[in-house]
Protein backbone atom coordinates (compact mmCIF):
# COMPACT_ATOMS: atom_id res chain seq x y z
CA UNK A 1 0.00 0.00 0.00
CA UNK A 2 2.57 2.30 0.98
CA UNK A 3 4.53 1.82 -2.05
CA UNK A 4 1.01 2.55 -4.11
CA UNK A 5 0.82 5.28 -2.71
CA UNK A 6 4.51 6.80 -3.25
CA UNK A 7 4.22 6.09 -7.25
CA UNK A 8 0.78 7.74 -7.12
CA UNK A 9 2.86 11.10 -5.29
CA UNK A 10 5.75 10.76 -7.61
CA UNK A 11 3.52 10.28 -10.40
CA UNK A 12 1.47 13.63 -9.48
CA UNK A 13 5.07 15.43 -8.42
CA UNK A 14 6.04 15.21 -12.22
CA UNK A 15 2.33 16.01 -13.36
CA UNK A 16 2.72 19.41 -10.91
CA UNK A 17 6.47 19.74 -12.35
CA UNK A 18 5.54 19.68 -16.09
CA UNK A 19 2.15 22.03 -15.85
CA UNK A 20 4.31 24.35 -13.70
CA UNK A 21 6.55 24.53 -16.35
CA UNK A 22 3.94 25.11 -19.23
CA UNK A 23 2.14 27.48 -16.89
CA UNK A 24 5.53 29.46 -16.40
CA UNK A 25 5.92 29.54 -20.59
CA UNK A 26 2.67 30.48 -21.18
CA UNK A 27 2.07 33.38 -18.36
CA UNK A 28 4.87 35.11 -18.96
CA UNK A 29 4.38 38.51 -19.80
CA UNK A 30 4.42 39.85 -23.49
CA UNK A 31 6.67 42.25 -24.47
CA UNK A 32 5.72 45.89 -24.81
CA UNK A 33 7.93 46.85 -27.54
CA UNK A 34 7.12 51.32 -27.21
CA UNK A 35 9.53 51.75 -30.62
CA UNK A 36 11.18 49.43 -32.78
CA UNK A 37 15.09 50.82 -34.07
CA UNK A 38 15.37 48.86 -37.46
CA UNK A 39 19.22 48.23 -39.44
CA UNK A 40 19.31 46.63 -42.48
CA UNK A 41 19.38 46.67 -46.57
CA UNK A 42 16.39 46.61 -49.17
CA UNK A 43 14.83 44.27 -47.49
CA UNK A 44 13.57 46.66 -44.48
CA UNK A 45 14.44 50.18 -46.25
CA UNK A 46 10.97 51.79 -45.89
CA UNK A 47 12.67 55.05 -47.60
CA UNK A 48 15.74 55.84 -46.84
CA UNK A 49 17.19 55.48 -50.45
CA UNK A 50 14.64 57.28 -51.70
CA UNK A 51 14.95 60.11 -49.75
CA UNK A 52 18.34 59.81 -50.56
CA UNK A 53 18.77 59.34 -53.96
CA UNK A 54 15.04 59.68 -55.41
CA UNK A 55 11.95 57.62 -55.37
CA UNK A 56 11.82 54.47 -55.44
CA UNK A 57 9.26 54.92 -58.66
CA UNK A 58 5.29 53.49 -59.60
CA UNK A 59 4.60 50.16 -60.10
CA UNK A 60 5.95 50.09 -56.36
CA UNK A 61 3.44 50.48 -54.04
CA UNK A 62 0.38 49.46 -56.04
CA UNK A 63 -0.77 46.63 -53.94
CA UNK A 64 -0.83 48.70 -50.56
CA UNK A 65 -0.16 51.76 -50.59
CA UNK A 66 -1.17 52.03 -53.96
CA UNK A 67 1.37 54.46 -54.38
CA UNK A 68 5.28 54.26 -54.39
CA UNK A 69 6.03 54.25 -50.37
CA UNK A 70 9.73 54.29 -50.44
CA UNK A 71 10.08 50.64 -50.81
CA UNK A 72 11.41 48.28 -53.52
CA UNK A 73 8.31 46.17 -53.47
CA UNK A 74 4.60 46.17 -54.50
CA UNK A 75 3.61 47.13 -51.12
CA UNK A 76 4.71 45.75 -47.37
CA UNK A 77 7.90 44.47 -46.08
CA UNK A 78 8.23 41.83 -43.43
CA UNK A 79 9.69 44.87 -41.10
CA UNK A 80 5.94 46.43 -41.65
CA UNK A 81 4.72 43.50 -40.61
CA UNK A 82 6.39 42.97 -37.68
CA UNK A 83 5.64 46.70 -36.36
CA UNK A 84 2.18 45.73 -37.39
CA UNK A 85 2.34 43.28 -35.04
CA UNK A 86 3.73 45.07 -32.44
CA UNK A 87 0.72 47.37 -32.66
CA UNK A 88 3.21 50.54 -33.70
CA UNK A 89 3.13 52.65 -36.48
CA UNK A 90 5.33 51.41 -40.02
CA UNK A 91 8.57 52.87 -39.35
CA UNK A 92 9.48 56.41 -41.35
CA UNK A 93 12.92 56.19 -42.51
CA UNK A 94 15.49 58.32 -40.84
CA UNK A 95 16.42 59.90 -43.81
CA UNK A 96 13.05 61.04 -44.69
CA UNK A 97 12.40 64.88 -43.35
CA UNK A 98 8.79 64.49 -45.28
CA UNK A 99 5.62 63.31 -42.79
CA UNK A 100 7.88 61.13 -40.92
CA UNK A 101 7.09 60.69 -37.43
CA UNK A 102 9.60 58.70 -35.02
CA UNK A 103 7.66 58.99 -31.84
CA UNK A 104 7.65 54.73 -31.69
CA UNK A 105 11.15 54.57 -33.64
CA UNK A 106 12.81 55.37 -36.78
CA UNK A 107 14.56 52.82 -39.63
CA UNK A 108 18.56 53.56 -40.80
CA UNK A 109 18.19 50.61 -43.25
CA UNK A 110 18.63 51.60 -46.90
CA UNK A 111 18.70 50.27 -50.15
CA UNK A 112 22.43 48.31 -51.50
CA UNK A 113 23.56 48.58 -47.73
CA UNK A 114 26.53 46.62 -46.77
CA UNK A 115 27.66 45.55 -43.42
CA UNK A 116 31.02 46.36 -44.57
CA UNK A 117 31.90 49.85 -46.35
CA UNK A 118 32.36 48.97 -50.32
CA UNK A 119 35.12 50.91 -52.39
CA UNK A 120 32.88 51.84 -55.12
CA UNK A 121 30.07 54.52 -55.49
CA UNK A 122 26.14 54.10 -55.43
CA UNK A 123 26.24 54.57 -59.45
CA UNK A 124 29.30 52.59 -60.06
CA UNK A 125 27.75 49.47 -58.04
CA UNK A 126 24.49 49.96 -57.10
CA UNK A 127 25.63 49.66 -53.73
CA UNK A 128 24.60 52.30 -50.64
CA UNK A 129 27.52 54.69 -49.23
CA UNK A 130 24.89 53.77 -46.51
CA UNK A 131 26.55 50.98 -44.61
CA UNK A 132 26.11 49.05 -41.48
CA UNK A 133 28.77 51.82 -39.87
CA UNK A 134 26.74 54.87 -41.07
CA UNK A 135 23.63 53.53 -39.83
CA UNK A 136 24.86 53.44 -36.35
CA UNK A 137 26.03 57.13 -36.71
CA UNK A 138 23.33 57.99 -37.85
CA UNK A 139 21.40 55.85 -34.82
CA UNK A 140 24.02 57.63 -31.97
CA UNK A 141 23.16 60.85 -33.38
CA UNK A 142 19.49 60.56 -33.19
CA UNK A 143 19.90 59.56 -29.69
CA UNK A 144 20.98 62.24 -28.44
CA UNK A 145 19.61 64.65 -30.22
CA UNK A 146 15.91 63.46 -30.48
CA UNK A 147 16.57 64.04 -26.80
CA UNK A 148 17.68 67.57 -27.03
CA UNK A 149 14.72 68.64 -29.07
CA UNK A 150 12.29 67.30 -26.86
CA UNK A 151 12.53 69.44 -24.74
CA UNK A 152 11.83 71.80 -26.08
CA UNK A 153 7.99 70.89 -26.37
CA UNK A 154 5.20 71.15 -29.09
CA UNK A 155 5.67 69.45 -32.28
CA UNK A 156 9.06 67.45 -31.03
CA UNK A 157 7.70 66.76 -28.16
CA UNK A 158 4.87 64.73 -30.30
CA UNK A 159 7.48 63.33 -32.85
CA UNK A 160 10.25 62.17 -31.29
CA UNK A 161 10.64 59.19 -28.98
CA UNK A 162 11.04 59.45 -25.01
CA UNK A 163 14.41 58.89 -23.87
CA UNK A 164 13.12 55.39 -21.91
CA UNK A 165 11.72 53.89 -25.37
CA UNK A 166 15.96 53.45 -25.95
CA UNK A 167 16.09 50.49 -23.57
CA UNK A 168 12.44 49.30 -24.07
CA UNK A 169 12.91 49.27 -27.81
CA UNK A 170 13.27 46.17 -30.21
CA UNK A 171 16.34 46.80 -32.31
CA UNK A 172 15.85 44.71 -35.71
CA UNK A 173 18.26 43.60 -38.28
CA UNK A 174 18.23 42.27 -41.69
CA UNK A 175 21.73 42.73 -43.44
CA UNK A 176 24.27 40.79 -44.94
CA UNK A 177 23.25 40.13 -48.75
CA UNK A 178 24.50 42.53 -50.32
CA UNK A 179 27.91 41.86 -48.23
CA UNK A 180 27.48 38.15 -50.50
CA UNK A 181 26.34 39.70 -53.97
CA UNK A 182 29.27 42.81 -53.81
CA UNK A 183 31.58 40.08 -53.58
CA UNK A 184 30.50 37.92 -56.86
CA UNK A 185 29.91 40.90 -58.57
CA UNK A 186 33.64 41.44 -58.49
CA UNK A 187 34.24 38.14 -59.91
CA UNK A 188 34.98 36.92 -56.68
CA UNK A 189 35.16 33.42 -56.40
CA UNK A 190 33.06 31.63 -53.56
CA UNK A 191 36.37 30.94 -51.17
CA UNK A 192 37.45 34.63 -51.58
CA UNK A 193 34.00 35.72 -50.94
CA UNK A 194 33.92 33.54 -47.66
CA UNK A 195 37.23 34.37 -46.90
CA UNK A 196 36.12 38.12 -45.92
CA UNK A 197 33.16 37.03 -43.93
CA UNK A 198 34.88 36.95 -40.34
CA UNK A 199 35.57 40.44 -40.82
CA UNK A 200 31.94 41.53 -42.14
CA UNK A 201 30.61 39.83 -38.89
CA UNK A 202 33.47 41.18 -36.76
CA UNK A 203 32.40 44.91 -37.80
CA UNK A 204 28.45 43.49 -37.51
CA UNK A 205 29.30 42.74 -33.50
CA UNK A 206 31.02 46.16 -33.03
CA UNK A 207 27.63 47.64 -33.87
CA UNK A 208 25.33 45.37 -31.60
CA UNK A 209 27.79 45.84 -28.67
CA UNK A 210 27.89 50.03 -29.06
CA UNK A 211 24.00 49.60 -29.45
CA UNK A 212 24.52 47.90 -26.49
CA UNK A 213 26.30 50.36 -24.89
CA UNK A 214 23.66 53.14 -25.74
CA UNK A 215 20.98 51.01 -23.89
CA UNK A 216 19.84 48.90 -26.50
CA UNK A 217 18.58 45.14 -25.06
CA UNK A 218 16.58 43.36 -26.91
CA UNK A 219 17.91 42.29 -30.25
CA UNK A 220 15.83 40.50 -32.89
CA UNK A 221 18.45 39.35 -36.09
CA UNK A 222 17.21 37.82 -39.68
CA UNK A 223 19.62 36.01 -41.35
CA UNK A 224 20.03 36.22 -45.31
CA UNK A 225 18.51 34.57 -47.81
CA UNK A 226 19.18 32.26 -50.78
CA UNK A 227 20.61 34.06 -52.63
CA UNK A 228 20.88 31.55 -55.40
CA UNK A 229 17.00 31.81 -56.09
CA UNK A 230 17.17 35.43 -56.56
CA UNK A 231 16.94 36.44 -60.46
CA UNK A 232 19.43 39.25 -60.57
CA UNK A 233 22.26 36.95 -58.76
CA UNK A 234 21.02 34.09 -61.27
CA UNK A 235 21.30 36.38 -64.49
CA UNK A 236 24.82 38.05 -63.77
CA UNK A 237 26.77 35.07 -61.89
CA UNK A 238 27.55 32.08 -63.83
CA UNK A 239 26.95 28.77 -62.68
CA UNK A 240 27.57 25.46 -64.19
CA UNK A 241 24.23 23.80 -65.10
CA UNK A 242 25.47 20.86 -63.13
CA UNK A 243 25.74 23.33 -60.19
CA UNK A 244 21.69 23.99 -60.18
CA UNK A 245 19.13 22.54 -58.18
CA UNK A 246 15.94 20.80 -58.55
CA UNK A 247 13.94 24.14 -57.59
CA UNK A 248 16.56 26.17 -60.54
CA UNK A 249 18.49 28.04 -57.57
CA UNK A 250 22.92 28.61 -57.62
CA UNK A 251 23.64 25.80 -55.42
CA UNK A 252 27.23 27.41 -54.50
CA UNK A 253 25.60 30.39 -54.03
CA UNK A 254 23.44 29.69 -51.59
CA UNK A 255 26.00 26.86 -50.24
CA UNK A 256 27.91 30.71 -49.18
CA UNK A 257 24.75 32.45 -47.85
CA UNK A 258 24.69 29.30 -45.54
CA UNK A 259 28.21 29.28 -45.14
CA UNK A 260 27.36 33.22 -43.70
CA UNK A 261 25.11 32.25 -41.85
CA UNK A 262 26.23 30.14 -39.86
CA UNK A 263 28.81 32.15 -38.85
CA UNK A 264 26.59 34.34 -37.98
CA UNK A 265 24.33 32.57 -35.54
CA UNK A 266 28.16 31.46 -33.68
CA UNK A 267 28.68 35.55 -33.53
CA UNK A 268 25.38 35.78 -32.00
CA UNK A 269 25.84 33.15 -29.67
CA UNK A 270 29.02 34.86 -28.62
CA UNK A 271 27.26 38.22 -28.30
CA UNK A 272 24.96 36.12 -25.50
CA UNK A 273 27.51 35.52 -23.70
CA UNK A 274 29.45 38.82 -23.51
CA UNK A 275 26.31 41.30 -23.04
CA UNK A 276 24.46 39.22 -20.27
CA UNK A 277 21.67 41.65 -19.59
CA UNK A 278 20.48 41.72 -23.62
CA UNK A 279 18.31 39.13 -25.05
CA UNK A 280 18.98 37.92 -28.64
CA UNK A 281 16.76 36.26 -31.24
CA UNK A 282 18.50 34.47 -34.19
CA UNK A 283 15.84 34.46 -37.13
CA UNK A 284 16.37 31.54 -40.17
CA UNK A 285 14.80 33.69 -42.83
CA UNK A 286 16.90 31.36 -44.88
CA UNK A 287 14.80 28.00 -44.18
CA UNK A 288 11.21 30.09 -44.81
CA UNK A 289 12.30 31.50 -47.58
CA UNK A 290 14.07 28.50 -49.45
CA UNK A 291 10.62 26.74 -48.71
CA UNK A 292 8.31 28.60 -49.94
CA UNK A 293 10.48 28.76 -53.37
CA UNK A 294 10.60 25.07 -53.01
CA UNK A 295 7.41 24.36 -52.75
CA UNK A 296 5.75 27.54 -54.00
CA UNK A 297 2.83 25.66 -55.88
CA UNK A 298 1.94 24.17 -52.63
CA UNK A 299 1.59 27.46 -51.03
CA UNK A 300 -0.77 28.58 -53.57
CA UNK A 301 2.49 30.62 -56.15
CA UNK A 302 3.58 30.81 -59.16
CA UNK A 303 7.18 31.16 -61.15
CA UNK A 304 8.77 30.89 -57.59
CA UNK A 305 12.25 32.41 -59.72
CA UNK A 306 10.56 34.76 -62.37
CA UNK A 307 10.16 38.25 -61.45
CA UNK A 308 6.43 40.01 -61.36
CA UNK A 309 8.17 43.40 -62.76
CA UNK A 310 10.41 43.41 -65.25
CA UNK A 311 11.77 43.11 -68.91
CA UNK A 312 12.85 40.25 -70.25
CA UNK A 313 14.87 37.06 -70.10
CA UNK A 314 14.07 33.87 -68.81
CA UNK A 315 13.66 35.26 -64.79
CA UNK A 316 11.38 38.57 -66.74
CA UNK A 317 14.90 40.23 -65.16
CA UNK A 318 17.16 43.34 -67.08
CA UNK A 319 19.74 44.67 -64.76
CA UNK A 320 19.70 47.93 -67.29
CA UNK A 321 16.09 48.05 -67.55
CA UNK A 322 14.57 47.89 -64.09
CA UNK A 323 10.76 47.41 -62.44
CA UNK A 324 8.71 50.50 -63.94
CA UNK A 325 11.52 51.05 -66.34
CA UNK A 326 11.17 52.66 -69.49
CA UNK A 327 13.02 52.16 -73.72
CA UNK A 328 13.01 54.76 -76.37
CA UNK A 329 11.45 53.27 -79.12
CA UNK A 330 11.40 55.82 -82.10
CA UNK A 331 11.44 58.68 -80.39
CA UNK A 332 9.31 58.22 -77.51
CA UNK A 333 9.82 56.85 -74.12
CA UNK A 334 7.65 53.45 -74.03
CA UNK A 335 7.04 51.42 -70.35
CA UNK A 336 8.62 48.16 -71.09
CA UNK A 337 9.02 47.10 -67.23
CA UNK A 338 5.35 46.46 -66.52
CA UNK A 339 4.19 44.71 -63.09
CA UNK A 340 2.18 41.28 -63.39
CA UNK A 341 -1.47 41.26 -63.14
CA UNK A 342 -1.99 39.18 -59.94
CA UNK A 343 1.48 39.95 -57.15
CA UNK A 344 -0.47 38.03 -54.57
CA UNK A 345 0.55 34.87 -56.91
CA UNK A 346 4.42 36.07 -57.22
CA UNK A 347 7.27 35.61 -54.54
CA UNK A 348 9.84 37.53 -56.44
CA UNK A 349 8.85 41.64 -56.93
CA UNK A 350 11.40 43.02 -59.37
CA UNK A 351 14.12 39.90 -59.65
CA UNK A 352 16.06 41.16 -56.27
CA UNK A 353 12.87 41.70 -53.74
CA UNK A 354 10.16 39.45 -52.41
CA UNK A 355 6.39 40.97 -52.97
CA UNK A 356 3.99 41.55 -50.25
CA UNK A 357 2.05 38.82 -50.43
CA UNK A 358 5.85 36.47 -49.79
CA UNK A 359 6.78 39.08 -47.51
CA UNK A 360 3.63 38.07 -45.46
CA UNK A 361 4.29 34.73 -45.65
CA UNK A 362 7.66 34.54 -44.24
CA UNK A 363 6.28 36.66 -41.62
CA UNK A 364 3.46 34.64 -40.75
CA UNK A 365 6.17 31.72 -40.41
CA UNK A 366 8.89 33.58 -38.03
CA UNK A 367 6.46 35.18 -36.11
CA UNK A 368 5.68 32.21 -33.92
CA UNK A 369 9.44 31.65 -33.16
CA UNK A 370 9.05 28.44 -35.31
CA UNK A 371 12.49 29.42 -36.80
CA UNK A 372 14.11 31.59 -34.33
CA UNK A 373 17.29 30.28 -32.04
CA UNK A 374 15.98 29.99 -29.20
CA UNK A 375 12.44 29.43 -30.42
CA UNK A 376 11.03 32.61 -29.26
CA UNK A 377 7.93 34.36 -30.53
CA UNK A 378 8.27 37.89 -31.39
CA UNK A 379 5.75 38.87 -28.46
CA UNK A 380 8.09 37.15 -26.25
CA UNK A 381 11.51 38.61 -27.59
CA UNK A 382 12.40 40.93 -24.58
CA UNK A 383 12.54 37.88 -22.05
CA UNK A 384 16.65 36.77 -21.92
CA UNK A 385 17.05 32.67 -23.29
Not at 58 to 70: C, D, E, I, N, Y
Not at 96 to 116: E, L, P, Q
Request: charged share 20%; proline share 5%.
Amino acid sequence: MAFTNFIVFLFLTLISSSSSEDITMENKQQCDFPAIFNFGDSNSDTGGLSAAFGQAGPPSGMTFFHTPAGRYCDGRLVIDFIAQSSGLPYLSAYLDAVGSNFSHGANFATAGSCIRPQNTTLHQSGFSPISLNVQWYQFNDFHRRTQTFRQKGNVFKQLLPKGEYFSKALYTFDIGQNDLTSGYFLNKSGDEVKAYIPDVLDQFSTVIMSIYDQGGRYFWIHNTGPLGCLAYVLERVPVKASEVDHVGCASPINEVAQYFNRKLKDVVGHLRKKLPHASFTYVDVYSVKYDLIHHATKYGFEYPLRACCGHGGKYNYNEHVGCGGKKTVKGKQILVAKACKDPSIVINWDGVHYTEAANKWVFDRIVDGSYSDPPTPLKLACHKH
